[in-house]
């Protein structure tokens, strides 16, 4: 399985609770990213390939996505 870039823009003001559920529920190895409200999102990159499940409705402003990489040699 690739990596895989899950990425969620934050619903309004919740942009700390997306994060901390983030944290909760996405695989230790994961790399976590934000940007600054108000348009604010989330992006883990994570190597283990599952991202992140089950994000409650009410702290995301749409449908997270994701996608999965493969590793390209030099």
Same mark, same amino acid.
């Given at each position: 399985?690739?990596?895989?870039? !899950?990425?969620?823009?934050?619903?309004?003001?919740?942009? /700390?609770?997306?994060?901390? /559920?983030?944290?909760?529920?996405?695989?230790? &190895?994961?790399s976590i990213y934000r &940007?600054?409200?108000?348009?604010?999102?989330?992006v883990v990159i994570d190597p283990t390939?599952?991202?992140?499940?089950?994000?409650?409705?009410?702290?995301?402003?749409? &449908?997270?996505?994701? !996608?999965?990489?493969?590793?390209?040699?030099?």
């Amino acid at each position: 399985m690739g990596t895989v870039m !899950w990425e969620a823009r934050a619903a309004e003001g919740r942009l /700390h609770e997306l994060i901390e /559920h983030v944290r909760a529920n996405s695989d230790p &190895t994961a790399s976590i990213y934000r &940007t600054a409200e108000p348009d604010a999102r989330v992006v883990v990159i994570d190597p283990t390939g599952r991202g992140v499940l089950d994000v409650p409705a009410a702290l995301v402003a749409r &449908t997270p996505h994701a !996608w999965a990489f493969e590793a390209v040699e030099r």
